[in-house]
């Protein structure tokens, strides 16, 4: 006879839901921190920006009214105020090349090169760049009255080359310290000389440094008020336009021009980017 087996299959175990929380540590820590500190920076960018389509009815621009565009439409209206903005372009661009050039030979120089004096260079750029701008107008102020060079734009130009040079020669010097050196020479077996090496091997790799630095000291002149304020005399630049309206209102219209080009250098700043991206090789 045929066996039939009664035994009943094991049962599962019912499966139990288990709920896993994730605890808030350290990295998403430092995440909620890292964004409050961003949006705690942009903040007063954005009431610039805000204010610039405000619509006050009197001279002061500090509460909210009602929305317009006519500030834009109306953005050369002050005639001061435009003289003074086209003064800190002019100004900042003459500086930043001037600064530019004289920063890349000299970043160029103590990246490469050991040579006697070196660390006294290297000291006196990092002086530069951490000396209050109070001690650095004095100075240039007293420097220029014992000239007797009458103080306007060109004393402004020649104030910003000189706290300018610092910050530009610093990024090319950092670029220049992690060039490698065998792309060189292996131009040079290929029977170039240092001139021809320079600028067809070592400067369009350092390139992107020296864009960076110009950029760099273009910021540092169109923002600078206290050097400026010793070394203008008469002149008004735009820093100085805004110090000196704050005590009857400020227009509308430097809310715009603050926009605008806080807009450029943003736009300049993701073109950078977008283009040093590398580029997909296809196959």
Known sequence: MTQVSTATPLETPPTRTVTVRKRFGGVQFMHAYTWLIILWLVLPIFVMILFGFNNPSGR???????????????????????????????????????STALGTGIGYALGRYQFRGSGSM??????????????????LLTLFVSLGIGLGPVTITIAHVMFSISFVATVIRARVITLDRSIEEAAADLGANAWT??????FPII????????????????????????????SITFPLWIWGATRVGLPPQVNVMGTLIFATGVLIAVITNIRSRPKKQKI
């Open 60 to 98: 002061y621009n500090q509460t909210w009214q009602g929305f317009t565009l006519k500030w834009y439409r109306e953005l050369f209206a002050l005639d001061d105020l435009t003289s003074a903005l086209v003064l800190s372009l002019v100004i900042a661009v003459a500086a930043s090349i001037v």
């Open 122 to 139: 290297n000291l006196i750029m990092f002086a530069t760049m951490s000396s209050p701008e109070l001690v650095m107008g004095a100075s």
């Open 197 to 202: 090496t320079f600028w067809k091997v070592t």
């Open 207 to 234: 390139l992107p440094a020296v864009f960076s630095g110009f950029m760099l000291a273009f910021a540092l002149s169109v923002d600078d008020f206290v050097v400026t304020n010793f070394t203008a005399g008469t």
